[in-house]
Structure formats: C-alpha cells, structure tokens
C-alpha cells in the first residue's frame, strides 16, 4: 500500500504518468466516469478549505465514487478528544482511501502509521500540499507546453507557503529550472529547503526583494498570500502583508506568454485589474485542480486501490534528535519512533530560529497522537 504524504513519494515517471492522465481526463472524460465506482473516500479537514475538500469530492463523484467525512473537526469526535490515529482505524472501516488536511505538520504523517487504507495529505501546517503541486504541474504543463527549461519567480510567503516548498521540491527534479524568491527577509524561504533541495540537487535559485527587476525573466510567477494564521505576533503580519502586489503596471514588464498561478485564495497581492489577462491562470488552475489533476490523482497508479507495496518512512530523512520549530505557532503530530525517553524526534520542518531549549514530550501530544 502507497501513501501521498510529499510530492517527492511519487518518482519524475510517475508524477508524468498522472499529468498526462490528466491530460486524457481531459480529452476523453466519459472514459474515466466509473473508475472508482463502489468505493469511497474519507475527507478529514481539521483546517478550513475550500477549494482542496472540494476537488477532492468533486474528483470522486466524477469518478463515480462516493464521498463520506467532516469538514470541521468540532463536529465530529475529535472534540471529545478522539486522536488523530484513533479517528483514522475507524475511518478504515469505512473508507477506501483518506484525504486529510491538518493544520499540524506531520498529522498525515501519523494517520500513515496506522492506516490500512492509503493516505492522501491535503495539506499539513506549513510543511506539504502534494496535491496542489499535481494541479501547479499540470497547469504549468498545458500554460506552457513543458516543465523542462523554466524560470519559475516564487512571490509572498515563501517561509509559511506549504505549496510553495512542495511546487520547488517537485520542481527540482526536472531540467534547467531556475527559481527567483521574491520575499521580504521575515518571508523568505526556510533554509532547509534551500540547503536540501535546491543545493543538492543543483538548482539555480536567487533571493531578491523587489517583483520589477525580475519580471522580464519570468514564465511563471508563482503568487502567494500572507498567511495571517500562521502569525503569533499580529504586528508583525500587518506589517509584511502588502509587501508585493501584482497590478497591471507590473504584467506589463512580463513576458507575453507568462503564467501566474496562485494556489488561492487570494487577498490582496494581486488585483483584480490583473484577472482579465490571459496571463492570469489562477482561476484556470483551480479548474485543473478540482476536475482533472485530483481524479488522476485518485483514479490513476494505485491510489483509489489498494497498492502492492508499501511507503516506508525515511528516518534519515524525517527524524534526528529534537523537535524544531518553523515559527512559534507551528507544532507538530508525529509520535516519537525514534526515542521512547520522551522527546519527539522531527523533521518535516525545521526553524531558522528555533524557541531556545524548547522540548516538547510525547505527553503533550497524548490529545493529538496515540503513542
């Protein structure tokens, strides 16, 4: 059995396989109408959506599958203090897969380890959004007719922005991609992303805090919002939340074949003078999200059915010695695999400026995660 807990558990094959799936979805949609008829899927949304939930039960249902789960945590048993472990064995007893969104980093994670259905994370804190990075993919793909040869220029919150680290991580395994971080310093890319993705595999990235000097060179711009709920300090969010604003002065300087995307929803930094280019793909990507790259997700290698072979976790990769944090607010629901004495070895995402001996036991979780 497979799970889809980061964009990178699916091979470069793979993740091509179901863009081009999507692609046939596409063309031939009537093919595709009983793919999953006679399952069901799971949505388990601890954190407000819209869009993902959505796509996700709009994907089933044009798969010819049903749909069965909560979209408020406060309504279901999670409020009587059920764990997020508990609340998956249960949901296997009546699922066929699950998609879940967690406001916690490394949640999906932790249902992974129980669950005898595959696990699709829709979203984990500021960690991984695998799915949404499928959608930037295939909207990348039919934009531009290629994921190969790009300058790719990443805008906003690139410190919080969980489908801004997944899209670079996607992205780093295909072809001369170079990628521009737009960001304030209090925004910037976390530096592990930086060290581990794009120095290792050898990505050309450059960090810059003004959107017109490198507008020319862009053939995508990859627009985020400044995620207010990701802030402890309120003072600090006001004061970083208009620092870049796409407007028509600006679409001006760019390419004339140049897509914009965001994962939505918007705010403030990009106007709505900016919706009727045909440049703006933003709202075209939300349809390749909810009817085309979701169902190919779903219906496409081994996801809406059991799989032969399993995900093993990388301990090298998500474990060491101490819990870090991203940013104050963030926490995270992976149990402690690797030291039983109490602290919770992770690390799906790790601070530039960790809290100063800041320990977290496995009893702090015990509401969260079952041990």
């Known amino acids: 059995m497979r799970h889809l807990i980061e964009p990178t558990d699916l091979s470069v094959q793979e993740t091509n396989e179901i863009v081009a799936l999507a692609e046939d979805i596409i063309a031939h949609r009537d093919r595709y109408a009983d793919r999953c008829r006679g399952k069901k899927l799971a949505t388990l949304f601890y954190e407000p959506s819209t869009r993902t939930r959505l796509s996700f039960t709009s994907a089933m249902m044009e798969l010819g599958g049903n749909v069965i789960g909560f979209s408020d945590a406060r309504n279901s048993s999670v409020s009587k203090g059920e764990t997020v472990q508990d609340t998956v ?45 499928l959608t930037d993919l295939l909207t990348i793909k039919r934009e531009l007719g290629r994921l190969d040869n790009l300058t790719i220029g990443f805008c906003g919150d690139l410190k919080f922005g969980r489908t801004v680290h997944s899209l670079i991580k996607a992205m780093s395994r295909y072809h001369n991609i170079r990628i521009v971080l737009i960001a304030p310093p209090e925004l910037r890319l976390p530096s592990y992303i930086k060290s581990e993705v794009c120095d290792r595999c050898g990505m050309d990235y450059r960090e810059v805090d003004d959107m017109e000097s490198v507008m020319p060179e862009l053939d995508v711009l990859y627009m985020t919002r400044v995620q207010k709920e990701r802030f402890v300090d309120e003072e600090e969010f006001e004061r970083v939340k208009d620092c870049f604003v796409l407007d028509a002065r600006k679409m001006s300087m760019a390419k004339s074949d140049m897509a914009v995307l965001h ?100 009893q702090a979780f015990a509401h969260i995660v079952e041990q």
């Open 263 to 362: 994962p939505l929803p918007r705010v403030n930094e990009i106007l709505q003078e900016v919706d009727d280019d045909p440049r703006a793909a933003y709202f075209r990507q939300v349809r390749a999200y909810g009817f085309d790259a979701a169902p190919a997700g779903m219906g496409g290698k081994g996801f809406a059915r059991r799989a032969s072979r399993s995900r093993a976790i990388d301990r090298t990769y998500m474990f060491e010695s101490s819990l870090h944090y991203q940013y104050r607010a963030c926490r995270a629901a992976v149990p402690c695999l690797a030291d039983r004495a109490g602290r919770i070895p992770l690390r799906v995402l790790r601070s530039e400026s960790e809290v100063a001996g800041d320990r977290i036991t496995t």
């Open 89 to 133: 064995r249960v949901i296997n007893c009546f699922a066929d897969i699950i998609a879940m969104r967690h406001w916690i980093e490394g949640a999906p994670l932790a249902a992974t380890q129980v669950s005898r259905t595959p696990v699709i994370n829709a979203g984990d804190g500021s960690h991984s959004h695998p799915t949404q990075t």
